[in-house]
């Protein structure tokens, strides 16, 4: 049974920062590449950072390179993003995932509850 549980997510002001945690369970973490995705109300999910399952590869959308990053501990089945100098744009609910393919990205059809990120001042 794949559980992904997204915590970490808050209201915090524009240029802060914010860390959110995923514990994954359910499958063989550590053999899977993840990522973590975001929608904000009335958007389309859209990928925001991906991590291959031994970290040699990063990805990350345009938007939120040099301001995000993605990290994983393969131990704890647990992947991480660190956000920072945040934007209002950036509100959105984060969800992470694992995905079944690097090119192109792709998901696991399970998306868990997600944790909700508030931009605002």
Do not use: H
Request: aromatic residues 10%; glycine residues 10%.
């Amino acid at each position: 049974q794949v559980q992904l549980v997204e915590s970490g997510g808050g209201l915090v002001q524009p240029g802060g920062s914010l860390g959110l945690s995923c514990a994954a369970s359910g499958f063989t973490f550590r053999d899977y590449a993840m990522a973590w995705y975001r929608q904000a109300p009335g958007r389309e999910r859209e990928l925001v950072a991906a991590i291959s399952a031994l970290d040699i590869n990063r990805k990350y959308d345009d938007d939120v390179k040099g301001r995000f990053t993605i990290s994983r501990d393969n131990a704890k089945n647990t992947v991480y993003l660190q956000m920072s100098s945040l934007k209002p744009e950036d509100t959105a609910v984060y969800y992470c995932n694992a995905l079944t393919s690097w090119i192109p990205i792709r998901a696991m059809n399970y998306w868990g509850r997600g944790t909700l990120v508030t931009v605002s001042a």
